[in-house]
């Protein structure tokens, strides 16, 4: 089975801070993703990465970066925390396949808060 | 632009009841449809994944369908059980938009003993 494990359940945080959130997949994925997810607005992607050390922009990278050093493992940094970055974080990999996409495995997610 | 969109976004059944949640999407060049179900404050799991050339996909008590040319998927839950209370989320990989899914906003789902 395919493990996805997010380093925190639960986060808080002050405003300002800089906060790292981990994602580690035991699978050798290659496809690596970052959603948050908030009522009413369903699930919007941050960031994926298709390999070591690449990245690319998802719908709504404004305020967060990446970082992809092994391929196991992406980060997700917030700069400098903002309360409306309160939300559900989730964590996800799958298979590369660019004719037709694998599921993809989500890990249990990280409940932020900025306060 | 690719909009996901699902119908109820709540339902409420007694157990045993057979069920259909609703998917419909509004660009039919897609690669494939998933269903996956969500418990409260946990992730995601992958239930079912439709190629865009398949019309069905079954797993146990749960069958999905998908109609490319109307836009539509339905996920048929048999003899509900407690258990099966969640939310449901379909998202579909956009062909024009490769690498992404579209996610719809879910139907929350409870199943009454």
């Known amino acids: 089975d395919v493990k996805v494990t997010q380093s925190s359940r639960y986060l808080v945080k002050r405003t300002g801070e800089k906060v790292f959130l981990e994602c580690v997949q035991d699978?050798?994925?290659?496809?690596m993703f970052w959603y948050r997810q908030d009522p009413g607005l369903g699930l919007r992607l941050i960031y994926f990465?298709?390999?070591?050390?690449?990245?690319e922009k998802g719908d709504i990278p404004e305020g967060y970066s990446v970082s992809r050093e092994k391929k196991e493992r992406f980060s997700l940094i917030l700069e400098s925390a903002s309360t409306n970055q309160t939300s559900m974080y989730l964590c996800?990999?799958?298979?590369?396949?660019?004719?037709?996409?694998?599921?993809?495995?989500f890990g249990d997610g990280t409940r932020l808060s900025i306060l | 632009k690719q909009e996901v969109t699902q119908i109820p976004a709540a339902l409420s059944v007694p157990e045993g009841e057979n069920l259909v949640l609703n998917c419909s999407f509004t660009?039919?060049?897609?690669?494939?449809l998933q269903w996956f179900r969500q418990d409260p404050g946990k992730g995601l799991t992958s239930l079912l994944l439709?190629?865009?050339s398949q019309r069905e996909q079954t797993s146990g008590r749960l069958n999905a369908s998908l109609d490319k040319s109307s836009g539509r998927s339905t996920l048929y839950i048999a003899a509900s059980q407690p258990g099966d209370s969640a939310t449901y989320l379909c998202?579909?990989?956009?062909?024009?938009?490769?690498?992404?899914?579209?996610w719809g906003l879910g139907t929350s789902l409870a199943v009454n003993p």
């Open positions: 998202a579909v990989f956009n062909a024009g938009n490769n690498r992404k899914l579209i």
């Open positions: 699978m050798d994925h290659e496809n």
């Open positions: 996800a990999s799958s298979l590369r396949d660019r004719e037709v996409s694998q599921p993809q495995h």
């Open positions: 439709i190629q865009s």
């Open positions: 660009d039919s060049a897609i690669y494939n």
């Open positions: 990465s298709y390999d070591v050390k690449m990245k």
